[in-house]
Each structure stands twice: as structure tokens, then as C-alpha cells.
């Protein structure tokens, strides 16, 4: 667009009686270049959120295609991943950057680590559900969901 911008100028020049003719032509023609630029750019990052959710909410699935087993938890799939990231755009073999996963390489995950709800059941919750709110400056209040009985 830039180009047809510069050659309806110069096509501007030879023809126009008037130099303001040739600025009007020109810089219409730079300004609906630079929209067309944005409109493109906005479109590309839209699709490209679009590849990036539509590849997170199938990651599982791609792993079963490559013949790989899905990680325990979310430390050893972001290694998993970056592994599989250097292989495909820097040639190095998953062998030599971090795959299979060691644990004395990584450190642990803070707190309870996140296990797939279809690998690794979760424990059983200990007792009734309960919720505990707290203002400032008043008592503690506790509420404890009580299991219906059946008399």
C-alpha cells in the first residue's frame, strides 16, 4: 500500500496542476495504508489467541498422538513442553534439555502440587465442607455444612 501511495504521487506529480494535490493523494494513501496495517495486526493477534486456546484446552490430546504420557503434575508437563519446545525450534533432542523428568534438576512446587483429575484421583475430603469468615475486630465465624439424615 505504501508503494501504490508513492506511485499515485509521483503519478501526481506529472499530472496535478497543483503540489497540494499531490500531498492530499499521497497522504491519503499513507494513512489508509497505516489502517489497513492495524486492521490487519489486530486480526493476527485475535486468530493467534484463538491457536493458543485451542492448542491448551487439546494439549492432552496431542501428547496421546505423539505417543507420550501425559506428566503427574504441572512441573513435570512445563518441562515436558520445554523439552518438546527445543526440540521443534532449536534441533536440541528432549534427551539433552531436561526430558525425562529428574527432580533434582527442578525444583519442588510450592504448596500442593495440581495433579490432572484423570491421572491421579484426589484424597476424599475429611470431613463435612466448612467455611470460616473472619471481620476485623469481631468474633470468628465458623459454618459447617451438616450431612442430611434420613429418619
Same mark, same amino acid.
Given at each position: 500500500m505504501t508503494v501504490l501511495a508513492l506511485g499515485g504521487?509521483?503519478?501526481?506529480v506529472?499530472?496535478?496542476?497543483?503540489?497540494?494535490?499531490?500531498?492530499?493523494?499521497?497522504?491519503?494513501?499513507?494513512?489508509g495504508a497505516r489502517l489497513s496495517y492495524l486492521a490487519a495486526?489486530?486480526?493476527?493477534?485475535?486468530?493467534?489467541?484463538?491457536? *493458543? $486456546?485451542?492448542? @491448551?484446552?487439546?494439549? /492432552?490430546d496431542v501428547l496421546k498422538q505423539m505417543h507420550i504420557a501425559p506428566p503427574d503434575n504441572l512441573v513435570?508437563? *512445563? $518441562?515436558l513442553? @520445554?523439552?518438546?519446545? /527445543?526440540w521443534v525450534y532449536r534441533f536440541i533432542?528432549?534427551?539433552?534439555s531436561g526430558w525425562p523428568f529428574n527432580?533434582?534438576?527442578?525444583?519442588a512446587p510450592t504448596g500442593d502440587p495440581f495433579y490432572f483429575d484423570f491421572h491421579r484421583p484426589l484424597a476424599a475430603a475429611a470431613g463435612p465442607p466448612e467455611m470460616i469468615i473472619t471481620v476485623?475486630?469481631?468474633p470468628t465465624l465458623t459454618l459447617r455444612q451438616e450431612e442430611a439424615s434420613h429418619a
Open positions: 504521487g509521483l503519478y501526481l506529472s499530472t496535478a496542476p497543483s503540489a497540494w494535490v499531490f500531498l492530499l493523494g499521497v497522504t491519503g494513501c499513507l494513512l495486526v489486530s486480526q493476527a493477534v485475535s486468530y493467534g489467541s484463538l491457536i *493458543r $486456546v485451542a492448542f @491448551d484446552l487439546h494439549r /492432552q513435570e508437563e *512445563r $518441562v513442553w @520445554d523439552a518438546l519446545n /527445543q533432542p528432549p534427551a539433552e527432580p533434582q534438576t527442578y525444583p476485623q475486630g469481631s
